[in-house]
């Protein structure tokens, strides 16, 4: 068993940035690929980023490519998403997840967090 903690959101203004982080319960952290989602109201849930077991391997939505990055500490068991240059349209709830395959779909992930809100205005 698994348990997300999520902190780090909060209002922005257009261009500015922000961390995310997420704590993880648990002695097998360093087992599972993590995940960053994402759900705007009225919208689908959508893949933003995950990264391997290992921190070897990132993977990131073309919206967020080259603003996002994803990292994670195996000692702390915390993974990050440091988010660049935000834009209104970043603005949802933000969930980490955690599954063994990981990747970009949200089927994946066995275990979630309950999110932290990201709002960024014009």
């Known amino acids: 068993q698994v348990q997300l903690v999520e902190s780090g959101g909060g209002l922005v203004q257009a261009g500015g940035s922000l961390r995310l982080s997420c704590a993880a319960s648990g002695r097998t952290f360093s087992s599972y690929a993590m995940g960053w989602f994402r759900q705007a109201p009225g919208k689908e849930r959508e893949f933003v980023a995950s990264?391997?077991?290992?921190?070897?391997?990132?993977y990131y939505a073309d919206s967020v490519k080259g603003r996002f990055t994803i990292s994670r500490d195996n000692a702390k068991n915390t993974v990050y998403l440091q988010m660049n240059s935000l834009k209104p349209e970043d603005t949802a709830g933000y969930y980490c997840?955690?599954?063994?395959?990981?990747?970009?779909?949200?089927?994946?992930?066995?275990?979630w967090g309950q999110g932290t809100q990201v709002t960024v205005s014009s």
């Open positions: 990264i391997s077991w290992s921190g070897g391997s990132t």
């Open positions: 997840a955690a599954g063994i395959a990981g990747g970009r779909g949200s089927r994946t992930y066995d275990y």
